[in-house]
């Protein structure tokens, strides 16, 4: 992957198109396109659709789509709190105010043949544009998706479009296996079936730490993309740190995404 500048911009984007997907999630497109252009698999912005008085800070989300030609990106977004409630009531047409992009993106080995996706729920969001970026380069994709219960395994077709194979697990085994989304990379980490150049995961820290277990035992790269919560989204406030093997780091510049054997979930 080419390097890149890092300097988010602080910009007003549009919203284009907007539906809400069963009761608890949307995906909305947003013109805006300084930051279409520059955006990378990865990376995120930092959002509001509302004034300061209502709510003071701007909300962190990852670039699900990204269609530079078109000046324009998607988010896919989970109802959880004030901000999202109030995006959720977005029309079309309505003005968003946009600081990216932010962080630091995946990195894809020149070399890479082949990769692994492992994203649990809402994860989904921020790999997607990564398996758009691998499937254009010719690299092969394992997708190891998993949810609470199938209509929870957002964007799938998508997924499942741009891979050589997908692995679902549900909670409720209403999808594909029940149980640990990491029991299919297991096996074939085990069987020696296939080699991975990377193995990529968002979506959950327990999943992560899943990962680095088999990390240690079967010696792959991988990297985590991370969600804390986020006070500027540049760097600044040193809200949103976390503790790896280099000390003290902040998700919103160092990361979101970071080498998985780097992170340390527990005080060690
Ligand atoms: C780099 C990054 C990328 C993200 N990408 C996406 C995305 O693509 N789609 C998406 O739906 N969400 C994403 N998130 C999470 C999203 O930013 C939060 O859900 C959002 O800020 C919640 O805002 P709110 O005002 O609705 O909820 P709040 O009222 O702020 O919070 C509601 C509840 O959610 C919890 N919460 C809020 N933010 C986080 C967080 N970052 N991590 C863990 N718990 C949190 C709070 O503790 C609280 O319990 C991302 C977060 C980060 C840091
Ligand atoms: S959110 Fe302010 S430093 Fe990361």
């Known amino acids: 992957m080419e390097a890149y500048e890092n300097k988010p911009l602080l910009v007003k984007g549009k919203i284009r198109k907007h539906k809400l997907i069963s009761n608890n999630y ?5 013109e805006a396109p300084q930051i279409a252009k520059r955006a990378k698999p990865g990376q995120f912005v930092m959002l509001s659709r509302w004034q300061i008085k209502n709510l003071l800070l701007k909300r962190p989300f990852s670039f699900y789509q990204i269609n530079p030609q078109e000046g324009r990106f998607t988010i896919l977004y989970k109802i959880v709190g004030k901000g999202t409630e109030i995006l959720s009531n977005s029309k079309i047409g309505d003005e968003i105010e946009l600081i990216g992009p932010c962080g630091n993106g995946f990195l894809l080995p020149k070399e890479a043949n082949r990769i692994a996706l492992v994203a649990r729920g809402i994860g989904i969001a921020t790999l ?4 758009q970026e691998a499937s254009n380069r010719g690299i092969e994709i394992y997708s190891f998706l998993s949810a609470r219960e199938k209509s929870l395994l957002l ?4 997924l ?3 891979s050589f194979h997908t692995f679902y697990t549900t909670d409720d085994g209403s999808k594909g296996r029940k149980g640990k989304v990491t029991y299919f990379l ?3 980490l ?3 079936k296939v080699n991975f150049e990377a193995v990529y995961t968002c979506g959950s820290k327990r999943l992560a ?3 680095q277990e088999l990390q240690q035992k079967f010696h792959f790269f991988s990297y985590v993309s991370l969600e804390e919560r986020m006070g500027c989204g540049i760097g600044a406030c040193k809200g949103c740190v976390i503790r790896t093997c280099h000390g003290y780091q902040r ?5 979101p995404v970071f080498p998985l054997e780097e992170v340390m979930f527990y005080e060690r």
């Open 128 to 131: 997607l544009p990564l398996a």
């Open 190 to 192: 085990k069987e020696n």
């Open 186 to 188: 297991e096996e074939l």
């Open 160 to 162: 499942e479009s741009l």
């Open 26 to 30: 949307g995906e909305m497109v947003i």
């Open 209 to 211: 730490q899943h990962i």
């Open 155 to 158: 964007g799938r077709d998508s």
């Open 251 to 255: 998700v919103c510049k160092e990361g």
